[in-house]
């Protein structure tokens, strides 16, 4: 029996590159490389589909890619403004189809309704959709949709027609459709799992097609590899319940805030908008790690664990112990980051048994409570002020000197709020 289209995927075409092509309208037609600052060590992390004729992509190092694509325009990435688009982006999807949920900056899907569902309802959908975007946000921003009889299928059809394309996918036609794809074109092939894959003689998306329910299940070492088998067939399965298992941001350090004494506030603002994040999603860290990269020497990171906690100042305590140890401490830095770990939701975790040491009396000072307490109130307090007010309204003193560095990044996971992201 002919399994129905039930879902349709939407994904951006080189969104960086065509956002920053919007705004400055000398940059249409050209190759264009974003990175995140204009340092020939540094990488592109877009690239308009002018620069990727030139075989210029994402990772690609500046002074490279000016060597492959002569002429090529650097500019320096623009988060704000792909979240302000990105808004507008799923704004105009949404006035033409309910959107079931954003994956990332430039991805979304929606569910088809049982009576939209014939390829020609579809199409006519798609086409409003490409319509509605130029209209209402960019003719420069061009997007490719997908459609097929699950969400995985769909995604991979939105990626067989780039750029600007529209494929569906219909049962009847697999497994043959997917056959002309790499493995690496597969979501959740890596070059990891290619290798892995290849171990097992599975070199093709034919043979990788062709194998059975039990091959996979081997290949992948689990479940993952059923899933698989399933979904290339167009099966319906729900997807995986998963908890998130870090989180925290990095930055790659422009020239002049190479020294120490420059990439501290850096750090520190960092992990001030990671704490801030592990608080809006309700969740506390029982780990940190430090990460630095140096100008000159291999890499470095350390851990150290605590309670858990999601307070900024108990956190930047376990931080500055961490930099205190670091390795050359006189040496240039490339990169900094932190990451949180050993999360867990905050009403799901056994509390200590006995209270800080440097706690208040809660006899002698009832308003103040213990430590904990006036830290879990200063953080509120802090971040009720910035959702509002935007975060360059209210800060830690450690920022001081980083409130223009270290811009909003953007993860594959978190799409900021357009109106409270201010740096």
């Avoid at 690239?47 to 060597?67: C, H, L, M, P, Q």
């Avoid at 067989?160 to 497994?175: A, N, T």
């Amino acid at each position: 029996m002919e399994r129905p289209l039930t879902a349709l995927f939407v994904d951006c075409d080189s969104y960086f590159a065509s956002v920053e092509q919007h705004l400055d309208p000398s940059l249409r037609g050209r190759p264009v490389g974003v990175a995140p600052v204009l340092a020939e060590t540094s990488c592109c992390i877009a690239a308009s589909y002018e620069a990727k004729a030139f075989g210029v992509k994402t990772g690609t190092r500046i002074s490279d890619a000016r060597n492959m694509c002569p002429g090529i325009a650097i500019v320096e990435a623009n988060p704000p403004e792909y979240v302000r688009f990105h808004h507008r982006v799923v704004a105009a999807v949404e006035d033409c189809i309910h959107v079931e949920a954003v994956l990332s900056i430039d991805e979304m899907w929606a569910w088809l309704p049982y009576n939209l569902r014939e390829p020609a309802n579809v199409e006519a959908i798609a086409n409003k959709i490409k319509a509605t975007v130029a209209r209402e946000v960019s003719p420069v921003i061009k997007v490719s949709i997908g459609a097929g009889p699950n969400k995985y299928l769909a995604k991979i059809a939105s990626k067989m027609r780039k750029p600007d394309g529209l494929f569906i996918i219909q049962q009847h036609q697999l497994p043959d459709v997917l056959h002309p794809l790499k493995l690496r074109d597969l979501t959740g092939i890596g070059s990891s799992m290619e290798a892995r894959l290849h171990s097992f003689g599975i070199r093709s998306v034919e043979h990788l097609c062709d194998s059975t329910k039990p091959e996979l299940h081997k290949a992948w070492g689990g479940v993952l590899g059923d899933r698989l088998w399933h979904l290339l067939r167009g099966d319906e399965i729900p997807d995986l319940a998963s908890s998130r298992k870090s989180l925290g941001h990095s930055h790659v350090l422009p020239p002049a805030s190479r020294t120490p004494d420059q990439a501290w506030p850096i750090l520190c603002k960092l992990l001030h908008k990671a704490c801030e994040r592990l608080r809006a999603e309700h969740l506390l860290t029982g780990s940190l790690t430090l990460q630095l990269g140096f100008v000159r020497g291999p890499s470095w990171s350390a851990d150290a664990h605590t309670v858990e906690t999601d307070s900024t100042i108990n956190l930047m305590h376990l931080m500055q112990r961490l930099w205190r140890d670091r390795p050359e401490p006189g040496c240039l830095i490339l990169k900094v980051g932190v990451v949180l770990t050993r999360l867990c939701e905050q009403g799901n975790h056994t509390p200590q048994l006995f209270q800080d040491a440097d706690a208040a009396d809660p006899a002698a000072d009832p308003a103040a409570g213990t430590a904990a307490e006036k830290h879990r109130r200063l953080d509120a307090a802090l971040d009720k002020l910035r959702a509002r007010y935007g975060r360059k309204v209210i800060y830690y003193g450690s920022v001081q000197e980083s409130r223009d560095a270290a811009p909003m990044r953007i993860s594959f996971t978190h799409i900021p709020d357009a109106e409270v992201e201010g740096d």
